[in-house]
């Protein structure tokens, strides 16, 4: 048990013994979700505060039912991101919600390093749920935690992630947790959305999907955000996906085991061919199920418990 | 006892066995309403998803606060409709509910058969919360519990149904239920919205009031939704009321006895006189209350529990 | 113990014994919110309506949390002002939410004496959690039970309340809870906003920040609600904060020991310096603390519960 952090803020800063430590305790509330009564008392009596700057309902519901799986008090503060206009304000909001007696913050905000600043003065636990285009470290570890579960180790993979790279909180958080885990990670998409800058970050980059897909044990597609519109960086959804969309030609130069995955919500017909999400391959929804393991260990661990006592 | 159904979706397809076995078993719930400490650990550590994708709130708090009284854990989960284009989409979305460990999807959706959609793929028990103007088989239920408990029984009584029968997802599941039970069906409002195709549903159809009031047990007022302006359908709020509402000197000529109801919310001095509303014969604040009592039936019995247990 | 009400609809019409059985029993409850489970089974299977009808984040949460660490269950019932056009809609949504067996009603509403209103006609307590510019008053006990921990007692002190008077229903309350308890109070701010009037309620009225802050004990800022755009009240923000604002040079012609307070949320740089509203002598975040304990207090008493049972 090596885990003795008070915030989960980021993945960049856990040592490989620190994430296997929640991959570890995650496994545990796993079977949680599978009982008849789902629930445990390990946080009877807390109070977690799901505060979101930056609307997102399929975080923090999974946020919200992890809470209340683990028997804590769950209270949902959304703010208006445009009511924040200096720091001190977020400051003093938070500082407010800690003054409820809050044990754990869950924050999402669109501000890169908001849970950090956060961090510095509460304290209460801080979980980043995902901030700005800087990580989102629990979508990692659910990655990680589902890839573990399928192919018994992480070490020596070869995972493929697919996509808006640049400006993705999920890409950079699962890039740390495998490069820590000792896979190989492949990064592809339009050269404007995949620069050279991530083999920094020891990862192979490559605009050839062939060469992306030739040798991946699993493949991790993104969601392409084209409500955004960035339309400087490809030139239209159909030219997407029909460069880099996965779909059944594609598949078939693939390594026969080859896990696939996505985040959510899927572009059907965009970045992912829908007979593939639905295919045998596909663990998308047993993604978001081990979701709520990952967050339950999360706030479990960052209030100081112990996976030896579950 | 003879509910086996893993979903409730309509009234349409049940007997009027399985319509009994979830008034017996909501005559247990009542009970619990009533007591000191209105809880019972009936769904307790069971998980009920709220999936509203088009707003209520009254029906939503009333889904709440149901399975909050049976210990089950709740998450409100709504959605703009605007966000579904495709019907994958909603599949998609209610797949990922269900992944959560959902026990229980409530839905309520614009669109008729989109509950029946849901459970052609999910393993999670539905509950249709309201599909369009295709059914809402809790408001039925509930209507026809506070009928039972008034006068006994159903088979026999006559019950009038008063107003926008066209469009009601309320009349709709109404009539169903009240048919299978043997009551005789009283349809009245404008012919633009009570067209003599209901007759098909075994009710009679009458544009006049007093002809619709004479012999009736019940007198059930729909809501005029005049905030949708349906100009075509009738002339002016003013010509509705002096035609179709509710008034004193239309009352006078009731049997003394008939029990006057509304789903709510209603527009006094519209469909019906504020006096009446409030007078002795209204049953229409029980009705609310004994929704609550129908929907913990519900939620109940779909996931596998049975009235002898209680 | 000498409460024996019903319902919490404001300051004005309780005894001094009444406000302070409110705050002794607040001081039991304070200790739940330090414990490690912070809950207790006062209010096990009871059902408590937030019912908001003018949007309020931080008292909602405030209630909610109070009302789960009382085990209670609480559901949220935000209503748009706009669809209540008369009086007998909001007695109608009321009564809808009394019949879901709802055992206290927390309203707020933007028209003063909304709460007194549903008190005449509902068997559920009610509790006033803000009604238009008329009375807050759990806010105003908050800041009693703040300063009564603080300073030992009320009778005999010289608070200072500053700001925005004229439209404040958290200087209304606070008014009626100092006088009562024996403080002496003082206002202040521009001659708009703090009218003569306000002599009528046993205050001090000035308009001369020195003469206001030398003999404080207290110090009460209210926020300026600059978003409200109150062109005809004071020329500028920017002027007021300077004839005013609580800045360091006037601080250091206070008390040592006067306390600073403010509900929140600060607009600091406007009526409060950044530096202060941090300082040791500024107690806002107890007040946010305070506030849980004391709403458990007011939801305990109403519904019939004892201090001596604690």
Redesign the interface.
């Known amino acids: 048990m090596s885990w003795h952090r008070k915030h989960l803020l980021d993945i960049e800063s856990l040592s490989a013994e620190e994430i296997t430590a929640v991959l570890d305790t995650a496994r545990e509330f796993k079977a949680v ?7 445990v008392p390990a946080l ?4 977690v505060v799901n505060f979101f700057v930056e609307p997102s ?2 975080t923090r ?2 946020f ?2 992890s809470a ?2 683990l028997s804590a ?1 769950i ?1 949902n ?3 208006d991101a445009s009511s924040f206009k ?1 720091g ?2 977020l400051k ?2 938070a ?2 919600l ?4 809050a044990d754990i913050i869950v924050i999402r905000h669109k501000a890169a390093g908001a849970p950090h600043f956060l961090a510095r003065f509460l304290n209460a636990h801080v979980v980043n749920a995902g901030d700005g285009a800087h990580e989102h470290p629990t979508q990692a570890l659910l990655d990680v935690f589902t890839i573990r579960e399928k192919k018994g180790a992480i070490a020596g993979l070869n995972v493929t992630i697919l996509g808006d790279i640049l400006y993705s909180r999920v890409a950079r958080s699962a890039i740390w947790c495998l490069r820590k885990l000792g896979a190989n990670v492949t990064l592809c998409g339009p050269s404007t959305l995949v620069p050279r800058i991530f083999e920094q970050m020891g990862c192979r980059v490559t605009h050839d999907m062939d060469d992306a897909l030739a040798e991946a044990d699993v493949i991790n597609l993104l969601r392409i955000q084209h409500e955004r519109q960035r339309k400087t960086m490809f030139p239209s959804i159909g030219e997407y996906a029909s460069l880099f969309g996965l779909n059944r030609a594609r598949l078939a130069k693939t390594k026969p085991d080859a896990l696939i995955m996505h985040p ?3 572009n ?1 017909g965009v970045e992912i061919e ?1 007979e593939i999400a639905d295919g045998e391959r596909a663990v998308i ?2 993604q ?2 081990n979701g ?1 393991a990952v967050r339950m260990a999360a706030l479990y661990l960052v209030n100081g418990g112990k996976q030896e006592d579950l």
């Open positions: 979700g599978e009982r008849d009564i789902k629930k009877q009596g807390k109070t309902t399929r519901v999974s919200e039912l209340k799986r008090d209270i503060f959304a703010a200096k001190e304000t003093d909001t500082r407010n800690e003054a409820l007696n959510g919500p899927m059907r829908s929804l047993e978001v199920t709520i």
